[in-house]
């Protein structure tokens, strides 16, 4: 599963050369940066980085290509992630972005998440408004 960490405090982050890859405080810039590096981690790697960030997107597709279906493993790490998050009485945001559509929305909201990103599914509904107000409803 490919996640990464945006949206970076960098005045409360300690200075380690090594985690450059870090200093990503775009959207955009964090999905080309996996593109490129296909940084796979597993969900207890990055939990010494969570005091030093707004945010943390959880790839749930393999970036690059829109209306992928949603990696069903994707959730148990959205879980342990907020657990983890809520245990320590830290302050980010969880994002999802990929493959969610009204079928798993509630999966991946249930979870923990706090900002859910469903991009093909709504562009290839035949009505977006209804599409968007079923993905909030569920």
Not at 16 to 43: D, H, M
């Amino acid at each position: 599963v490919l996640i990464k960490i945006f949206s970076l405090d960098k005045s409360k982050f300690p200075d380690r050369g090594s985690l450059s890859w870090l200093y990503t405080v775009s959207k955009n810039e964090a999905l080309n940066y996996l593109r490129k590096n296909k940084q796979f981690v597993n969900i207890e790697e990055i939990y010494e980085y969570l005091p030093y960030i707004h945010m943390c997107l959880i790839m749930t597709v393999e970036p690059g290509k829109g209306g992928q279906k949603l990696i069903p493993s994707t959730i148990e790490k959205i879980k342990r992630l907020n657990t983890y998050i809520v245990a320590n009485n830290l302050e980010l945001d969880i994002e999802a972005d990929g493959g969610i559509n009204v079928e798993n929305v509630k999966k991946v909201a249930e979870a923990g998440t706090d900002i859910i990103v469903s991009g093909s599914a709504i562009l290839n509904s035949e009505n977006y408004k209804e599409y968007i107000k079923n993905l909030k409803n569920c």
